[in-house]
């Protein structure tokens, strides 16, 4: 049996014990929707454009956040990597802001950039900055002394030495930063959009709670499920793979 079978299978399992408790669990429907009403809703939402347009809300802010977040991360990692100077301190303070949850900025975005698309943005860029600065200094520092020698014998220096050396060495461990700094940028923007306004998935997700309709609010979890798993099992995973077969990795 294939991996694919059998997460139909397993998928289909639970479809179908949601489906028989919610019609005989006694609870109202507001409390615990059916299967069947859950995906009536989604259906409607994506008909009707409600959900499409929440989805290219988060997506558009989420690309811009990110993208930030990438470079940002880059530059500190190598300057962190570069100077001991700037690991000493500024490494120093890049790993103690890992640890405060992306969530805990949004008053000081609030009292900075007020209640709008600024503070979500300025949340996604948070969320990931810090965890993909951490994975490029460990990728800049893992890159074999001998290609950087061997790189500075035939005299490749500053940006050129950057660009044929230390990136592309730097490959496979930037990836796998980028997989986990994208992961927490997605949760990020979930919870600055439930907490902020303009619209989003997040957004949405604070009108089905507060309309009391559970069935909006799971539908909108399921669509929120299918993008990061579609994110890291068909982008993220198969772009690691890739690039360690071009490494010789695996």
Known sequence: MTTALR??????????????????????????????????????GIVHGQITAAIGKSMSRLLIGF??????????????????????????LVTALQSIPSIVWFPLAIVWFG?????????????????????ATSGFRNVPTLYQRVAKTFGSTGLHFIRTVILPASVPQLLSGLRIAWAFSWRALMAGELLGSGGGLGQLLETGRSL?????????MIIIAVIGTIMDNVVFVRLERSVQRKWGLV
């Not at 009403?37 to 259906?43: G, N, R």
């Not at 209640?115 to 994975?135: E, K, P, Q």
């Not at 009391?212 to 909108?220: E, F, R």
């Open 7 to 44: 997460r139909i299978i397993f998928i289909a399992m639970i479809a179908a014990i949601w489906e028989v408790t919610s019609r005989f669990s006694g609870l109202p429907e507001f409390m615990f929707p059916r299967l069947t009403q859950v995906l009536e809703t989604l259906f409607n």
């Open 67 to 92: 993208s930030i977040a990438i470079i940002l991360g880059l530059i500190m990692g190598y300057l962190i990597w570069r100077f001991k100077f700037v690991e000493d301190t500024l490494g120093f």
């Open 115 to 135: 209640l709008n698309d600024f503070s979500i943005l300025f949340i996604v860029t948070i969320g990931a900055t810090w965890t993909m600065t951490i994975s």
């Open 212 to 220: 009391g309709q559970m069935d909006l609010v799971v539908s909108v």
